[in-house]
């Protein structure tokens, strides 16, 4: 297999430009003991896997993910048996969101200063303890539309630590060569529990109720708990010791703003967040009032755009070394996924949206995956935890699309609410592309 060159700027754009150089890992010692044959990935896009703790993580971040993507559809059907209020629902994803807004900078500072394995494992129990709430509340029938809000904005701030933290542990168990294959895997993981989270639960919620849900969520923050204790995570580098944390997070931002392509980066993965990527907590009232699938409708539209979302980023990890063009390829996936979305929202048949959200899913997930992979391999390690809160306060921008389009929907219908902002959503990213040429001329092949 051939070498694949990385070229791009450095970390900063006044200095020097850097040559990167991505090789598929050699054939090396016979594995020890908890190691996988290496023989056995070093060719294929599975090698990330044979790293111990990358195994740890990637599996605690997986069953984790099932029960968000679990909760999430339960949660959205909750909402709409309580309340019959799309705006509400609306809402409820605002409060979910808002605290990776406020806390995500937090939160990686902490990432960059102490045991990234601790932090981790503090904030999978609180997550543990705020999804057996919510199921408790269910199960007693207790539950009330604010204990909904409340819990939302919990359970979000507990996501608001986990995110960067784990973003910044996975350079630490993989080496550099297999950085973009592990983030591939990442995505791969995730994205296959939007298939089965979502499906499990339409089955489950018809069967026993939305409380198992929560419950499931609770025992996979558990897992995770047991899998991050388990992990062997080098000593966070600091570049400013002893600086207090409003100073860290000055240091953070200003080296991303010392950046053009940090920075353009940045802005590529905030607008389709900010006004497409809500369309999540809309899939509720496309299944119940536009499609009229029901619950198990719900569950299968979810799957399907897992699905594609796990196709595409495969994809990416087996082929995206080959886009020599990462920029306009961002581009023009970021537009795409504007342009699919709204021809999912005006789709009047079941069968039709199911393919045409499966599209969705699958361009969205390869434009996001490209995005942080060159992200991750752009940054340095002393800051590593700050510049990846501040990619995950890009997904707390959500909450600022969510409710408008919640209002949209109880106006306009859900068709109308989410095609638009779709098409807004494409249109402004084309505007971004030509306001910034560097991002558009940006080759960074992965």
């Known amino acids: 297999m051939s070498d694949v060159e990385l070229e791009g700027e450095s970390d900063v754009d006044s200095a020097p430009r850097r040559r990167f150089r991505l090789r598929r890992p050699q054939l090396r010692r016979p594995p020890g003991r908890g190691e996988w044959p290496r023989s056995l990935f070093t060719a294929g896009m599975l090698a990330s896997f044979a790293e111990r703790d990358y195994r740890y993580l990637w599996t605690g971040t997986v069953i984790t993910q099932m029960g968000q993507w679990m909760q999430q559809v339960a949660i959205g059907w909750l909402v709409l048996d309580l309340t019959d209020s799309p705006a509400f629902l609306g809402l409820v994803g605002f409060a979910r969101g808002l605290p990776m807004l406020f806390l995500a900078l937090p939160a990686g500072v902490l990432a960059d200063r102490v045991d990234r394995r601790k932090l981790l494992m503090v904030a999978q129990a609180a997550g543990a303890f705020v999804a057996v709430l919510l199921a408790a509340l269910v199960l007693f029938d207790w539950v009330k539309p604010w204990h909904i809000i409340v819990l939302s904005i919990l359970g979000g701030g507990v996501m608001a630590f986990i995110a960067p933290t784990r973003q910044a542990v996975v350079p630490g168990v993989v080496p550099r060569e297999l950085m973009a294959n592990a983030i591939a895997m990442n995505s791969a993981g995730q994205n296959a529990t939007r298939i089965v989270g979502p499906s499990l639960a339409g089955v489950l919620i018809s069967a026993v109720g939305t409380a198992i849900c929560f419950v ?11 899998m991050s204790f388990q992990l062997r995570v080098p000593p966070v580098v600091q570049s400013r010791a002893k600086a207090s944390v409003r100073e860290n997070i000055s240091d953070g931002l200003g080296y991303i703003r010392g950046s053009m392509t940090l920075s353009g980066l940045m802005v590529m993965a905030a607008v389709p967040i900010l006004l497409a990527q809500p369309y999540m907590q809309m899939m509720p009232v496309f299944a119940r009032d536009v499609l009229d699938a029901g619950s198990a409708g719900l569950g299968l539209l979810m799957a399907a755009n897992g699905l594609g979302a796990l196709v595409g980023v495969l994809l990416y990890g087996a ?33 039709l949206s199911l393919v045409l959200v499966a599209l969705t899913g699958g361009v969205s997930s390869v434009y996001m995956a490209a995005n942080n992979t060159i992200i991750q391999l752009t940054v340095d ?4 935890g700050r510049v990846m809160s501040v990619y995950m306060m890009t997904w707390g921008m959500m909450p600022f699309g969510t409710l408008p389009m919640g209002i949209l929907t109880g106006v306009f219908g859900a068709p109308a609410a989410v095609a638009g902002q779709a098409l807004f959503s494409s249109l402004v990213v084309l505007f971004v592309a030509y306001r910034l040429p560097r991002l558009r001329s940006l080759e960074q092949p992965v």
């Open 216 to 226: 499931a969520q609770a025992v996979g923050f558990v897992w995770a708990f047991i």
């Open 381 to 384: 390690d002393a800051y590593r």
């Open 319 to 351: 082929y995206g070394h080959r886009v020599r063009r990462q920029g306009q390829f961002q581009i023009v996936t970021a537009a795409g996924f504007g342009v699919l979305l709204a021809l999912f929202a005006v789709s009047p048949w079941f069968s």
